[in-house]
């Protein structure tokens, strides 16, 4: 089992950067495939950004990929999710979850771990 805590957050203007960082507990981090998902106000929540448990392999979603990158440092227990060139359309909670499933999922259904969110606020 895994704990996730989230922070980075804030009010950023269009065009800003923001890195979100996502703590987690326990020895076995680096067993698990880490996610970074949104949930805007009266939206569903969306996949951003996966990443492997060795770290060389990510996806994107289409909308963020080239501005968002995310990372993890497994020596650490952390993953991190750089977001450049931020749009209003990027304000959301952003969520950190885990998966124990071997390869990179998108879904959330596939991620049993999630931790409490913090939010990003882009201004227009």
């Known amino acids: 089992q895994v704990q996730l805590v989230e922070s980075g957050g804030g009010l950023v203007q269009a065009g800003g950067s923001l890195r979100l960082s996502c703590a987690a507990s326990?020895?076995?981090?680096?067993?698990?495939?880490m996610g970074w998902f949104r949930q805007a106000p009266g939206k569903e929540r969306e996949f951003v950004a996966a990443?492997?448990?060795?770290?060389?392999?990510?996806y994107y979603a289409d909308s963020v990929k080239g501005r968002f990158t995310i990372s993890r440092d497994n020596a650490k227990n952390m993953v991190y999710l750089q977001m450049n060139s931020l749009k209003y359309e990027d304000t959301a909670v952003y969520y950190c979850?885990?998966?124990?499933?071997?390869?990179?999922?998108?879904?959330?259904?596939?991620?049993?771990?999630w931790g409490q969110g913090t939010q990003v606020t882009v201004s227009s």
């Open positions: 979850a885990g998966s124990s499933i071997g390869t990179v999922q998108k879904t959330s259904t596939s991620y049993a771990y």
């Open positions: 990443i492997n448990r060795s770290g060389y392999t990510t």
């Open positions: 326990g020895r076995t981090f680096g067993t698990y495939v």
